[in-house]
């Protein structure tokens, strides 16, 4: 089953009087219960394929179809909302909310999915925080966590709404290696257990080495999509 799919996709930038071209006829797809790295130098063009699929912006031409929807034309509410309910995101720079518990943090994925029932969010949100060893720290705010508890609590926020796809851009960046690699454990875990979907953009090899596919870009082209 295809969760994601692009189509003749281009993405261009205006520079001043010229025009940038990040990405030029990118054709791929993404399976349910894969864990693919997209690899490449800066400027490669993974950060901008990470968000066309993430739905954080517009191909300049071409389509993204998520779960056989096809998202040209839709709405920025519509946009929002398709965000919301079936993408999780999990950034370098963690991106939780700092006056809100780890509890809080995740709950809010639920909330912003228009999932109404108190008991339900209570539920899930615990047992999110649970599949990635935080079970003791529900009432810690982030400022008391350690960087590699802040991204376990991230995965938990993407995770709890069982979203179609887990995008997670350089989710090892600000960590060391070791938290790096607990990281890295859980979500090949979640993957395994739970058939949840990742996609990253990484420059760590560590990653790289441990992915199912690796789809290399340069200069906004894939170069080499190998799968293991």
């Given at each position: 089953m295809k969760v994601c799919s692009l189509e003749n996709i281009v993405k261009t930038y205006p520079l001043g009087d010229l025009e940038v071209t990040a990405l030029n006829g990118i054709n791929l797809s993404i399976s349910k219960g894969e864990f693919t790295v997209f690899a490449g130098p800066s400027g490669s063009g993974k950060s901008t394929l990470l968000n066309l699929i993430g739905l954080l912006d517009s191909p300049s031409s071409g389509s993204v179809i998520l779960n056989g929807q096809n998202t040209k034309g839709l709405s920025e509410r519509q946009l929002g909302v398709t965000r919301a309910q079936q993408i999780g995101f999990i950034f370098q720079s963690f991106n939780l909310i700092p006056v809100l518990s780890a509890f809080e943090n995740v709950e809010i994925a639920l909330q912003l999915s228009n999932v109404t029932n108190k008991q339900e969010r209570k539920d899930k949100t615990a047992a999110a925080l649970e599949a990635v060893g935080l079970a003791d720290f529900f009432d810690r705010r982030p400022r008391q966590l350690s960087g590699g508890q802040q991204q376990r609590v991230a995965i938990a926020r993407a995770l709890v709404k069982e979203p179609a796809l887990v995008i997670a851009d350089e989710p090892t960046a600000n960590l060391d290696s070791e938290n790096g690699r607990q990281i890295l454990d859980i979500m090949q875990h979640l993957n395994a257990e739970?058939?949840?979907?990742?996609?990253?953009?990484?420059?760590?090899?560590?990653?790289?080495?441990?992915?199912?596919?690796?789809?290399?870009?340069?200069?906004?082209v894939i170069t080499a999509d190998e799968t293991f």
């Open positions: 739970k058939g949840a979907t990742f996609i990253f953009s990484t420059h760590d090899p560590m990653v790289v080495q441990q992915a199912k596919r690796v789809i290399r870009l340069q200069d906004g």
